[in-house]
């Protein structure tokens, strides 16, 4: 059975830092591409960042130098390292796991709010 379980997202000050973990387990981890997606209330759900396999990262523009993403293979865990936070970062994020085949696995999802 697949899981992907999400962990350190919370309440932060306008530029401030948070890192979220996703920890996966029942998969291959490191044959699957990997990614964080978030979605604010009233909005699709949108790519934040992926990793594949080889290492290779791919970020959306409205966090481009300010996230990074990376996996260790070793502890079958995909972080996100989020920095300057801004308010309009205020999203539950969602871990994604793809296999080779193209199939889909989402975490749960974790709360990050940033507010003054």
């Known amino acids: 059975q697949v899981q992907l379980v999400e962990s350190g997202g919370g309440l932060v000050q306008p530029g401030g830092s948070l890192r979220l973990s996703c920890a996966a387990s029942?998969?291959?981890?490191?044959?699957?591409?990997m990614g964080w997606y978030r979605q604010a209330p009233g909005k699709q759900r949108e790519l934040v960042a992926t990793i594949t396999s080889g290492g290779r990262t791919n970020y959306a523009d409205s966090v481009k130098g300010r996230f990074t993403i990376s996996r260790d293979n070793a502890k079958n865990t995909v972080y996100l390292q989020m920095n300057s936070l801004k308010p309009e970062d205020t999203a539950v994020y969602y871990c994604?796991?793809?296999?080779?085949?193209?199939?889909?696995?989402w975490g749960q999802g974790t709360q990050v709010t940033v507010s003054s």
């Open positions: 994604n796991a793809k296999s080779p085949g193209n199939n889909d696995f």
């Open positions: 029942g998969i291959f981890f490191r044959f699957y591409d």
